[in-house]
């Protein structure tokens, strides 16, 4: 499969700092990457029900009842569990990881960390060689 044939990327921003949203809309504002956004958990299972993500960028501290390793739970527990889950938090601690990893996460990446390093570990999930540059 070459890596045209992934393209574009379904990417759901999910976090509930507008700023944050438009730092991760800059950092994958790239052809292949078509992205959405949700400002709470809620927004967020409403978003992967209408969008079909293929790769959820998600923050863990939201307002509201549900945090982000519920939906990451959520996710990971249904029919839409093929959906590869990314935890962007401050929480940088090894019970916040564990906690992250029991949810289902696929990644984990703590703030602040690189745009490369997002890119990559959206590449290296989709099983995209990013060593190929952009197609």
Known sequence: MTNESLYPIKVLIVDDNAQ?????RLTLNFTKYDLYEA????????????????VILLDVMMPGTLTGLDVCE?????????????????????????????AGADAYLTKPFSPLMLMKTVDDLMGIDSSEGDQ
């Open 20 to 24: 944050m949203r438009q730092l991760l």
């Open 74 to 102: 959520f996710i990971k527990t249904s029919s839409m569990k093929d959906i590869k889950v990314i935890v962007l938090s401050a929480k940088g601690q090894e019970r916040d990881i564990e906690a992250g990893k029991l």
């Open 39 to 54: 400002k709470d958990a809620n927004e967020a299972i409403k978003s992967v029900i209408k969008y079909s993500p293929d």
